[in-house]
């Protein structure tokens, strides 16, 4: 197919845990269509969507894949599907946020092993809040320990937990054998066997008698479930008119779109059982773009929402979702057409920065493949070389406008590293270097402290995965160390004394004297400085300097070596001379007063605090309230949410949660969901080891 149409187009996100088999289902999807010659393996690193270098070496996805296929269902329509292969693992689930902010539907892939996990969980929840209809695919049918009945269970569990009707969860498929006996599958809908060869394709078989009895029984469960949701239908139904697989399609269709239900396929990617059968459903039953209008937020966060219907007659705006940093190309934008045609040559505006941005060639991606087009409508996700001024998640549109994408809430970084160039070349590039790092990649956060240069992410993998970018595509080869928590002092009483600077050594001398007093302040009141000399004992000229030397000398390090905070340092008297005073005399003088006086006041060691928030199951509450106990954390609140996990609200000293994230998911088997924000500082108590 030369051309996609809008009502044509199909794209869909595959989501689910790692290692359920997203990737080589989509591998599968395109060696059926005809898009590639053979199929590649993810333990080869020979897979079209899993190209990147990096998930070679790991032998997983840590990246989003987007590939285009071509597909005629049985219904005779040619369709443009657009695969979006995320990974299952949770450090990279900022390419999860990415598909389904552009996705039409969500293939929640769920291991017919090792079922609904984790990974599994989350994607669904993610698809909830993001509004995705979805379909399940029960992959890994052909392996050992493989059990279709017992997924399709937990997956209804699963829908009951977080606010579906089980009875939504509609199993399309039965498997025809299982394990290694897989040898095709039964269509629910028509009440026809299919059975599989070698090449992927399939022919009508007879039902053996073990699946037959159960094939009809859910014919007539499933047949009822759709039609209920349907007046007309339902009243031919219960009138004996029973409706044919078509007309089953098309509720089912509609009812996808609007949440009601959740069709459940099975297959083997490995044996090409059932592949054909999900590019279909996924065309037939699935939503095309211009069902579904992209809702855009005007304004700031609190701006109103408007819905952009996918017409590609309308005005033209590009939803830019993914910026990869090529070696070869450059920077190259993934986008979705959210409204009109883009064609080469159209120059656009950025809604977010402002710049003009000219198209200057487009193309199709296929994994690491680029295919050229001249034109892409409404719906469709193409590429674009060389659009500096748009950053990830930016708008493109034909006029300036103030309007962006109503994603997904963004995902806060949980861990962090910080980064030491292992050269002068390397430091001179790194500042760049992690800018554009961080445009291909949101979730990824760079901050700079006085001492480190600090990266932050959502896992331990994901900073791996951005440390070799650097090095790789970028050219800057760093080594990581521990991020230095910013402890403070603070004095537990005042002080008083004297800052002097007496030097006579030719010419003009160095002169000056200061009387200080300092004074606790309360927390998070930071530095005071009051003139309290009367009589012109300090000329006012030099006052500007006394307060520089004493917020020098504070931020310095008081006697633990630490910056001194919420202190006020008054200047109530001193001494000057006509010639030999000078403002670096007095600053001078302000600091050694400054020193004298921490010294003779003490100082406490004062450690920051994060608000943690964690949401987990409630089977794991009481070992997580323990381990925050034991992390010196203090609970600040205990909730049920409203699809019945616990929320825990806690205030813990950072030093206790820098590597919290990777023990909370081993706590919780990888079923909770982390929080942090900075809190306030907090004294640590006496009795702990010197920080």
């Known amino acids: 197919m030369d051309a996609a149409t809008t009502p044509t187009v199909r794209n869909v996100a595959l989501v689910g845990h790692g290692g359920s088999g997203k990737t080589t289902l989509a591998e599968a999807l395109l060696l059926r269509s005809g898009a590639i010659p053979r199929a590649g393996r993810v333990e080869d690193?020979?897979?079209?969507?899993?190209?990147?270098?990096?998930?070679?070496?790991?032998?997983?996805?840590?990246?989003?894949g987007v590939a285009d296929l071509d597909w005629t269902c049985s219904q005779g329509c040619a369709h443009r599907v657009t695969l979006l292969d995320t990974p299952g693992a949770p450090d990279?689930?900022?390419?999860?946020?990415?598909?389904?902010?552009v996705a039409d539907l969500a293939v929640v892939v769920v291991s017919a092993v090792d079922g609904v996990q984790s990974g599994t969980e989350a994607a669904w929840r993610r698809c909830?809040?993001?509004?995705?209809?979805?379909?399940?695919?029960?992959s890994q049918e052909d392996r050992a320990r493989?059990?279709?009945?017992?997924?399709?269970?937990?997956?209804?569990?699963?829908?009951?937990?977080?606010?579906?009707?089980?009875?939504?969860?509609?199993?399309?498929?039965?498997?025809?054998?299982?394990?290694?006996?897989?040898?095709?599958?039964?269509?629910?809908?028509?009440?026809?066997?299919?059975?599989?060869?070698?090449?992927?394709?399939?022919?009508?078989?007879?039902?053996?008698?073990d699946v037959a009895d159960e094939e009809h029984r859910l014919h007539d469960e499933v047949t009822e479930e759709i039609v209920a949701h349907d007046d007309d239908q339902l009243e031919r139904y219960l009138s004996?008119?029973?409706?044919?697989?078509?007309?089953l399609e098309r509720t089912l269709a509609r009812e996808v779109l609007a949440g009601e239900a959740i069709p459940v396929l099975v297959a083997s990617a490995a044996t090409g059982v059932g592949i054909d059968r999900i590019a279909d459903l996924v065309c037939e039953i699935g939503?095309?773009?211009a069902d579904r209008a992209t809702r855009l937020r005007v304004g700031g966060d609190a701006g109103a929402e408007t819905e952009l219907p996918a017409d590609p007659a309308g005005e033209t705006v590009l939803h830019v979702f993914r910026t990869v940093a090529d070696p070869f190309v450059g920077q190259v934008s993934v986008f979705k057409v959210l409204s009109g045609t883009v064609r080469t040559g159209d120059k656009l505006v950025s809604t977010a920065t402002g710049t003009e941005e000219r198209v200057h060639g487009l193309f199709r991606l296929r994994g690491r493949e680029h295919l050229p087009v001249d034109a892409v409508p409404a719906g469709s996700i193409a590429a674009v070389a060389k659009l500096a001024g748009t950053p990830t998640g930016g708008l493109l549109a034909a006029k300036a406008q103030p309007v962006r994408p109503a994603t997904l809430p963004a995902r806060d970084p949980v861990l962090a590293i910080a980064l030491v160039p292992v050269s002068q070349a390397d430091d001179d590039k790194l500042s760049a270097a992690l800018t554009r790092l961080a445009a291909e990649d949101p979730t990824l956060r760079v901050d700079r402290t006085p001492h480190q240069t600090v990266l932050r992410g959502l896992g331990d993998a994901h900073l791996a995965v951005a440390v070799d970018r650097l090095a790789r595509v970028f050219g800057v080869h760093v080594t990581t160390e521990p991020v230095r928590i910013a402890y403070r002092e603070t004095i537990a009483r005042g002080a008083e004394a004297e800052g002097r600077l007496k030097k006579q050594s030719g010419g003009h001398g160095q002169f000056a004297v200061v009387q200080l007093r300092l004074a606790p302040l309360p927390p998070g009141s930071g530095f005071a400085f009051v003139d309290s000399v009367v009589g012109g004992a300090v000329p006012r000229s030099y006052l500007p300097a006394v307060e520089r030397g004493a917020a020098e000398a504070l931020a310095a390090g008081g006697p633990l070596g630490h910056p001194v905070v919420d202190v006020q340092v008054e200047v109530y008297d001193g001494k000057s001379h006509a010639v030999d005073s000078s403002d670096m005399a007095f600053r001078t003088a302000a600091a050694t007063g400054v020193r004298a006086a921490l010294a003779a006041a003490g100082t406490v060691l004062l450690e920051p605090t994060v608000h943690v928030t964690v949401v987990v199951p409630t089977e794991v509450q009481g070992d997580v309230l323990g381990d925050l106990s034991g992390r010196r954390g203090r609970i600040t609140s205990t909730t049920t949410t409203d699809d019945g996990r616990v929320r825990i609200d806690a205030v813990v000293p950072e030093a206790e949660v820098v590597r919290y994230a990777l023990d909370l998911r081993a706590l919780t088997g990888g079923h909770g969901e982390l929080t942090l924000a900075p809190a306030?500082?907090?004294?640590?108590?006496?009795?702990?080891?010197?920080?």
Do not use: K, N
Not at 160 to 167: I, L, V
Not at 680 to 690: I, K, N, T
């Open 287 to 289: 939503p095309a773009p």
């Open 146 to 209: 493989a059990d279709f009945h017992r997924v399709l269970d937990q997956v209804r569990d699963l829908a009951r937990r977080t606010g579906h009707d089980p009875a939504g969860v509609v199993p399309l498929e039965l498997p025809l054998g299982e394990e290694q006996a897989l040898h095709g599958v039964a269509d629910v809908l028509s009440d026809r066997g299919f059975d599989y060869a070698a090449d992927g394709r399939h022919h009508d078989c007879d039902l053996p008698a």
């Open 45 to 64: 690193g020979s897979t079209v969507c899993d190209h990147e270098p990096e998930e070679v070496a790991r032998g997983s996805s840590v990246a989003l």
């Open 92 to 101: 990279f689930a900022g390419a999860v946020d990415a598909a389904l902010a």
């Open 680 to 691: 306030d500082y907090e004294v640590r108590p006496g009795h702990l080891a010197p920080a």
């Open 240 to 247: 004996g008119d029973e409706p044919d697989a078509a007309d």
């Open 128 to 138: 909830d809040e993001a509004g995705i209809p979805r379909l399940v695919v029960v």
